[in-house]
């Protein structure tokens, strides 16, 4: 049972960093890479580090902070435009909230 949860997991990250670079490629295309730097991430919320739905977000990359589990820069470009990072962490944000029917997944950012 693990295995076919990791795999569903797996799956739904692999879309989410697909949806999140195709995102952040969209942006650079249109408008370039400028605007003012900053960080994005997304935050799940509601999901236990320690459950097994937890534990299978950890292998595929997420990171416990706090009260949530996050993925860091799920564009994966190193471009500092706040609005490059931004338009991926939102399209990460809304392909793991609808493949892993959750309620509370967040994209999130702040200027640097």
Known sequence: MNAELDLVVENAVIAAQTAAVAAGRDWLDR????????F???EI???RSN???GKALQKCGARRSGRTLEFWNPVGYMSQSLSVLEAGAEAFARVIKDRLALERVYASSRMD
Do not use: I, P, Q, T
């Open 31 to 38: 408008f370039g890479d400028r605007d003012c730097c900053g």
């Open 40 to 42: 994005a991430w997304v």
């Open 51 to 53: 459950s097994k739905l």
């Open 45 to 47: 919320y509601g999901v």
